[in-house]
């Protein structure tokens, strides 16, 4: 059984670790102890917004074995509908096709419902062709095509 919740700046080390666990990641994110301000500035800005959730997913032990940001976007597109936006989801490597992927994103499908949203949407790079058939198999469509803009 596992714990859904929001993150709190002590979770921060164990969130990094989980971002940095895979090729991509282990390329772009800073694990150092202390940990690194801008993780801290981040958290700061996350927190404070309303329309931002920093969420985990704990095992019985109180470990953290995942991680998932949620922005909830306004839009006038499609009747002003709201929309959620999953980002930065990450399970911890050993646990991977246990199931937790699956009741983790269904806890932040939950999350969009319960703020009105009329849909979720999510980005996954292109390399990463498991985490795309996962998606898949939990009802995502490709339906557009995401572009990006290092600035």
């Known amino acids: 059984m596992y714990n859904f919740r929001l993150a709190r700046q002590s979770d921060l080390a164990a969130i990094v670790r989980l971002l940095a666990e895979d090729d991509l990641g282990s390329a772009r994110e800073i694990v150092?102890?202390?940990?690194?301000?801008?993780?801290?500035?981040?958290?700061?800005?996350?927190?404070?917004?309303?329309?931002?959730?920093?969420?985990?997913?704990?095992?019985?032990?109180d470990q953290l074995v995942g991680c998932l940001q949620l922005s909830f976007?306004?839009?006038?597109?499609?009747?002003g509908m709201w929309r959620g936006q999953i980002e930065s989801v990450r399970i911890a490597r050993d646990l991977r096709g246990s199931g937790l992927g699956s009741e983790f994103i269904d806890w932040a499908t939950a999350q969009c419902v319960e703020r009105g949203c009329g849909l979720v949407q999510l980005t996954s790079d292109k390399t990463r062709a498991d985490s795309i058939r996962f998606y898949e198999k939990l009802g995502f469509v490709a339906s557009h095509e995401g572009l990006k803009r290092n600035l």
Do not use: H, K, T, W
């Not at 301000?37 to 931002?52: C, H, K, M, P, T």
């Not at 976007?73 to 009747?79: K, N, T």
């Open 32 to 61: 150092s102890d202390p940990i690194d301000a801008r993780y801290l500035s981040a958290f700061a800005a996350i927190e404070a917004d309303a329309n931002q959730m920093l969420a985990v997913a704990s095992d019985a032990d």
């Open 73 to 79: 976007i306004p839009g006038l597109s499609r009747a």
